[in-house]
């Protein structure tokens, strides 16, 4: 994969061209901030006018790191920590709400009696007694619908208590003095970039040569991936009857992480450099957000089950519900793999 080159025959300078740019979407970052504040009751338009509100502060943000070289260094800096505080904040409501439904859902289809993982021939939780007449796999079976309702309960009891404290603290932040300072910036570039000599040179020299640097960084993350490890179909069987992940396997998601990061990067490098969406780039993408999702819905599982006192049968629901996630964290990984390897084999040998 390599950066795409302006047409030779663009003679804007790098300055003008990141300007448009980050023109672009400081307009976006406005209009969805206006509709934000016309949401009124309005939760859905509220949530999605959030969204877009991350999405324009990711790329700015984004360009401010990649072309930082082209501007002057304190202010994109300073932009760029207050962008990243910003994106943080707003997203934890919704990262909470979906990890609840993710985590719910699986409860609901791991209980179902077809569902149930057979793999396991241990007897079943301590405290559970024997189903009439059944073996091993339907005191598991029962075992898992007993405490899948108790798991659920102790699951959303602590998502909903993080989504209220995460909703307080994006209106907190959108209402103040911080945010209106970060709007005030946003709003600058909209009409002037503070920019650098290097600024001056041709665009397709200068953005391309920056540009590159991000894809060598991810090329160089990604090859320090175990990508011959994720070439092989995950083993459901052995997540399954581990029930607790790992924990070796846990610590080696935030490689996978930071491949996710550089990869938006890398997108956003591109955009600036010739608008228009990779597809292939964007699924990959997608697949690496469901990594990270997967990843941070077993954590919730793992420390649900740490709670104290919780009844066996509860711990055990846990226990699966956090094998079935660290499942979904392989097939995630298995499918990147796929997905990479049509990715570069696209690109033509130097």
């Not at 709007?183 to 650098?196: F, K, T």
């Not at 020299?205 to 920056?210: A, C, I, K, R, S």
Request: one cysteine or more; proline letters at 6%.
């Amino acid at each position: 994969m390599h950066s795409p080159e302006l047409s030779r025959h663009d003679t804007a300078t790098a300055g003008d061209t990141l300007a448009r740019h980050l023109h672009t979407q400081a307009g976006a970052f406005l209009r969805s901030l206006r509709l934000h504040s016309e949401s009124g009751a309005d939760t859905a338009g509220a949530a999605e006018a959030a969204r877009a509100l991350r999405s324009s502060a990711r790329r700015i943000s984004g360009s401010l790191s990649t072309f930082r070289p082209l501007l002057d260094p304190d202010w994109a800096d300073t932009l760029r920590g207050e962008l990243g505080w910003l994106s943080a904040t707003l997203a934890l409501e919704h990262s909470c709400t979906s990890r609840m439904v993710r985590l719910l859902d699986a409860l609901s289809r791991l209980s179902g009696t077809s569902a149930v993982p057979r793999a396991r021939v241990e007897p079943a939780p301590p405290g559970e007694e024997p189903a009439p007449g059944g073996g091993t796999a339907a005191r598991r079976g029962g075992a898992l619908t007993v405490g899948a309702a108790r798991a659920g309960a102790l699951l959303e009891r602590r998502l909903t208590l993080a989504r209220t404290r995460a909703h307080s603290a994006a209106l907190g932040a959108l209402g103040s003095s911080r945010f209106h300072a970060v709007a005030d910036s946003v709003a600058l570039l909209a009409s002037e970039l503070p920019l650098a000599p290097a600024a001056a040179g041709p665009a397709d020299e200068v953005l391309g040569m920056l540009a590159d640097v991000t894809e060598r960084r991810l090329l160089d993350a990604v090859a320090e991936l175990p990508l011959g490890r994720a070439a092989h179909p995950y083993n459901a069987e052995a997540l399954v009857n581990g029930l607790a992940a790992d924990p070796a396997a846990e610590q080696q998601d935030a490689p996978w992480h930071e491949v996710r990061r550089l990869l938006r990067l890398h997108r956003y490098a591109r955009e600036a450099v010739r608008p228009g969406d990779d597809p292939v780039l964007c699924h990959a993408g997608l697949v690496l957000d469901h990594h990270r999702e997967a990843a941070e819905a077993s954590e919730a599982a793992a420390s649900a089950a740490r709670t104290p006192r919780i009844a066996p049968a509860t711990a055990y629901a846990l226990g699966v519900l956090h094998a079935d996630q660290r499942h979904e964290v392989e097939a995630a990984r298995f499918a990147f793999q796929q997905e990479w390897r049509h990715a570069t084999a696209a690109v033509p040998a130097p």
